[in-house]
């Protein structure tokens, strides 16, 4: 049989079944906001049974606790003139304007407990058979506006979170600026030259200009594995055990030595690559030690020329390894750059940058001073890359060999 539309619309049977299986709690309240109506969902809410509801005035049947700590009828509380369902329901009938989805939150007494309730209601005025009445559809959103407080506070103990790390790594920043030179030494017979460029806000890249006696010079430059808070921490050891061995800036391969024996099984996961050379102004010599790291370059009449020899392995993962150190002539006029290797290399292929290209950008720029020479060079290699975005830290030390 087919149904009839008007028919079910007509039909108070079908109505009544709609009104008591819609979820939302409904009830009519007349001029005296007294509830003359209501659905199983209302009465299920508050634990109400007919005879304690009908007629009875809206706050007192909910159970709002102005009405049930002040022992007062809805109307005559301390909040009623402030209670913003009332006034919904109150300009419902005065003026015919329906209120749409407001939030009222209370406590209200049920079974006898006081309970933080937050709800979300409608009210709409219904005139029927010469009687004025509103509608008021009334949902318990408490689950969810308890789910947003619970997210809200989540949010902030991760915003506070945030905060304290960003906070962290400001000081741990600020205290790995203080290991690196904020002063390069003045050593007679060289001109020298630096940047450093950390990946993020600290790194695992040290460099250091030690003048270790009035003729000589040491340049001693590191890369930890990684980059962020552990390769800082590594870095600020490093630096640590440079200060115990002061006594060992002379002799490159001892130092290195010192250096590996310390940082044997630091960390499983991370490891130490190195360059640490002595220049003699007297001499013109450099003694170096060159361990897993980028092979230094010098430039000299227009050519590139890299320092291969005295290699040896990384450092903190082997004991007992022999460092031999190699010592090579300079000459006036050589500019010698130490690097690593967060400059030449990237994530992407096939941008990363090969030693031909590397070696034509040095010499393009090799008549400028060293500062000059340095700064430059690095922002042609950049942009060479397409991306002024670091893959990891750089670092590019320089010096340049006078009369």
Do not use: W
């Not at 290699?311 to 002539?329: A, K």
């Amino acid at each position: 049989m087919k149904l009839s539309i008007r028919e079910l619309k007509d039909s108070n049977h079908f109505l009544n079944i709609i009104f008591e299986n819609i979820t939302s709690a409904i009830f009519l309240v007349d001029k005296n906001i007294e509830l003359q109506q209501f659905n199983e969902t209302f009465s299920t809410l508050f634990n109400k049974k007919e005879d304690q509801v009908l007629g009875k005035q809206c706050g007192n049947l909910i159970g709002c606790k102005y009405t049930v700590e002040e022992s007062k009828n809805c109307g005559a509380t301390s909040n009623c003139e402030k209670c913003s369902i009332r006034n919904a329901i109150l300009t419902a009938f005065h003026h015919q304007i329906p209120t749409y989805k407001e939030i009222l939150t209370r406590n209200f007494y049920i079974n006898g407990k006081s309970i933080k309730k937050y709800f979300q209601f409608t009210t709409k005025y219904l005139p029927y058979n010469g009687e004025d009445m509103v509608l008021v559809i009334l949902d318990d959103i408490t689950e969810l506006e308890n789910s947003k407080l619970e997210l809200q506070k989540r949010n902030e103990m991760i915003e506070n979170y945030h905060n304290r790390i960003r906070d962290e790594l400001a000081l741990a920043k600020s205290v790995q600026q203080n290991l690196i030179p904020n002063k390069l030494p003045q050593v007679g017979g060289v001109s020298l030259s630096a940047i450093y460029k950390p990946l993020e806000e600290i790194g695992g890249d040290l460099y250091d200009f030690i003048k270790v006696d009035d003729y000589s010079l040491g340049i001693f430059l590191s890369d930890i594995s990684g980059h962020g808070v552990p390769a800082a921490m590594i870095t600020a050891m490093v630096k640590a055990i440079m200060e115990t061995s002061k006594h060992l800036f002379h002799h490159p391969a001892a130092f290195i030595s010192y250096l590996n024996r310390k940082l044997i099984n630091i960390s499983e996961n991370m490891y130490l690559t190195a360059f640490y050379g002595l220049y003699n102004n007297n001499t013109k010599r450099l003694t170096y030690m060159r361990c897993g790291h980028p092979y230094p370059i010098i430039i000299r009449n227009g050519k590139c020329i890299e320092i291969e020899d005295g290699g040896s392995t990384i450092l903190g993962v082997f004991e007992n390894i022999n460092f031999e150190s190699q010592t090579i002539s300079l000459q006036s006029g050589d500019k010698v750059i130490f690097y690593t290797d967060g400059l030449t290399e990237t994530r992407e292929y096939p941008h990363n940058m090969s030693k031909s290209n590397l070696h034509t950008i040095l010499v393009k720029h090799a008549h400028k001073k060293i500062d000059s020479f340095i700064h430059d060079a690095y922002e042609e290699i950049i942009h060479l890359k397409e991306s002024k975005t670091l893959e990891d830290d750089v670092c590019i030390l320089g010096i340049e060999i006078h009369d």
